[in-house]
């Protein structure tokens, strides 16, 4: 509870002794405003509960709630009617104690719903067995059909009830709610009969009209329409939108079968349910003699057949009346307006009498037979303090209950206080209030009380009517100072009073009744006739309900107020024996709308609920007090030495507490086992200490619990790590260890198909062949040659030899093709020229190789070089090549510079402008070198041929050149290449000779014996 000290200034303190201005009528009713508007309903007053009506569902009676405060400290969790009822319900466990819970309050402030919480709370929460799961079901179930007899829609709820309702619920050892009994008072039995405008009947006639089945209604004579009916109309509103009849029949017929009801039971109570409706619509017509008469039937008959006995038995019963004289009985007829009397004195005695038969019905289906010992806890639903414009009877005797119930409640609270400051060692204070004993005796008391002096005027012979009752009240009571009439009022009071009417000063405030038809309720009279008829009745209920026994008696019965003043002092009776807590319950507004917060009302209900004095007793010694463990467990954060633990006795730790925060002497107390503080400024003090320091204790939990989060997160991250790595390397060894089997696998099958390569293809060999092949065929695709040139070839493995021998052919062919496809026709024409020269030349001539890289010349003299005179004589000839050459004579074989020019016919040896020799082609003979890299070329003639000189012997630089083009003019193969000499023709007919030789130095010479000698330089190779 000290949890929402805090917010005090918005929501209120949750517990009225915590007003400092505990006092103030307006502070009390400030707190409640405020709670009120945040839909905080429930304010303690110590372990008293107020509540305010909110008129909306706020979602606070859920299974959760419920089962957040089951076993809970009392002031640990907000204020709530769950508390109260686990507070009663904890203490009767612990010590098999008896306990009621009071609830009082205005008509509409929210009683019964507060009562069916509680009920509905020990439902879920207590422990349940199988086998008394039923007593449980009966015990909520009895309210639907209480509240379907009992209850009726007035202009202040929907709902009211309109009797008063003590239901004991009762525990086994264990806890279990094993039965219950339930006692009624006072039901509002006129409203059988009559109804204000805007109210209704009890719920009960208008559901079986809405949910009865069509041919129940029948076989009773009814009508679904209630408007038919006098006894339901009369308020004219029989339909309530906030009413669902129908499905309220249901749920009562269900209640029914559950509570034990026979068939033959409901048949009773249907019936007796319909002859009411019945008797209000009898009508009565004055006869000639000014007697009353039923002019239709069609109702006695109804009833008769119900009811169970003669219809014109009950026509006389209500039409005439028996009247004792002295021996005999005489029979008169009543006047119509009796016989309304009488009519309806029937109806409220059937209905009154069936309704306490259905509370024992009830009571005999929640008896538990298990005689061992229980424990009860009592509800008190009952109506609270009335203050009518107009009060009657039925406000002197509620309000005369709830003067009784106030005294109860503040004898019980001082004493409860008394006996705490006891317990504790704690001196007590003597404490001013008002003893409302006065006002209780005033009525009650015998033979001197209100209640006896109207039951004397009741029964006195002769004319007792009501104002002779307020005169006799004047007369015996008239001095009592609580009492007032108009008479006896002072000259200002007494224009408030009528002449009818007395005033009492209750504890609450001053309530003016009007005696107006106290003798004929107090008598409640049913004329004995009526009585005759009901107790012949076939109907079994009716029967139970008038006994014989009860006409035989000669005895007066006892009036109604002395039933309700014995009837309240058992329930006193009952209720002293048993550990009190109460709900005092509040209606916020007249209007039943939410959030609505009416101050006039609400100050008015605070007063008639005793609110203010209730406080003032709590309040009058100490506003706080807690066992010390709570009390430490809460602050204890506020004292360094009691923080984070104490470890010696809670007293010693409270004390210890206290003087380090500087309560003043007078602030507080320290009983036994609790901590009493006197002023609420105090512990707001401690609170607001607490609750700043809070903050930094908040911070460094805050700190330390991430702290221990992370570093646990810490380490599950590594551990997961761990994990991860182990799997991970796990993985990488398997996927390792595969590998390198599949790699030994391999091997193996490698070296078995090397060791078998040369056999046959088989298993053994074929994968490594494939494999050698494969691999052979693609590393050649990087070692194919580029040209015609490069004769590099891969070396192929053995059983690829001939394979790669027709590759590489392929490949050859393939590059030649290509070499041949891109030369030009120059160049070809050229090759060829190198072919011929080869064919001569080739492995015979020193110095071939070397000319090789030499490309030919088309000619190596320009036609502009040549003599245009030798141009002439060459005529049409054209020129094919010219080259420079040195000529040796033929005898003394002198070096001449010369051209020769070859042309398609002939090769002519030129000097400038003259044609020195001219060699057709067909007097060629042949052209002779040497097989030393001399340039000495012969062309030899026929010897034969006198036209020519002899043959030419000439040194040409292009020897390789000239020859191969002269031979390629010739088209025939002529040349010859010597060893050592050669012999030429000087002259035909004479022959010379030139030796070759080699040595250091090129030399061409006429020797010693006249042959030319030609020395040249030897190559190396
Ligand atoms: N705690 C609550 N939450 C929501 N609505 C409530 C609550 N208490 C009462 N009410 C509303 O107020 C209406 C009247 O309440 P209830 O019947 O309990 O009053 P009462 O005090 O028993 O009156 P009476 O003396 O006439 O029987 C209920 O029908 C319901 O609509
Ligand atoms: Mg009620």
New binding site residues.
Partial sequence: MEGALTARDKVGVQDFVLLDAYTSESAFVDNLRKRFSENL?YTYIGTLLVSV??????GIYTASQMRLYQGVNFFELPPHVYAIADNAYRTMCSELSNHFILIS?E????????SKKILQYFAVTCPMTESLQIARDRLLLSNPVLEAFGNAK?L??????RFGKYMDIQFDSQGVPVGGHIISYLIEKSRVVYQSQGERNFHVFYQMLAGGEEERLASLGLQPDPRLYKYLSQGHCCKESSINDKNDWKTVCNAFSIIDFTHSDLENLFGIIASVLHLGNICFEEDERGCAMVPVNREIKWIAKLLGFCPSILLEALTHRKIEAKTEEVICPLTVELSVYARDALAKAVYGRTFTWLVNKINSSLVNKDLAQKTVIGLL?I?GFEVLDKNGFEQFCINYCNEKLQQLLIERTLTAEQAEYEAEGIQWEPIQYFNNKIICDLVEERHRGIISILDEECIRPGPATDLSFLEKLEEKVGKHAHFQTRKLAGPQARKRIGWMEFRLLHYAGEVTYCTQGFLEKNNDLLYTHLKEVLCRSKNSIVKECFLVAELRSRRRPPTVGTQFKNSLSSLLEILISKEPSYIR?IKPNERKEPSKFDDLLIRHQIKYLGLMEHLRVRRAGFAYRRKYEHFLQRYKSLCPDTWPHWHGPPGEGVERLIKYIGYKPEEYKLGKTKIFIRFPRTLFATEDAFEFSKHQLVARIQATYRGCRARREYLRKRRAATTLEAYWRGALARREIKRRRWAVQVVRRFIKGFIHRDKPLGPDNEEFIMFVRKNYILKLRYHVPRSVLDKSWLRPPGILESASDLLRTMCVRNLVRKYCRGLTAERKAMMQQKVVTSDIFGGKKEGYVESLKQPFASSRIDEGDINPKVLQLIGSERIQYAVPVIKYDRKGFKARQRQLILTQKAAYVVELAKIKQKIDYSALKGVSTSNLSDGILVIHVSPEDHKQKGDAVLQCEHVFEAVTKLTMLLKDDVVKVVQGSLQFYISPGKEGTIVFDTGPEEQVYKDKNGQLTVVSVRRKS
């Fill in positions: 309903i009506n909110p008129y909306q569902e706020l309050g008509s509409g402030a929210g009683k019964t719903e507060a007035t202040r709820n929907d709902n009211s009830s639903d109506y319950c």
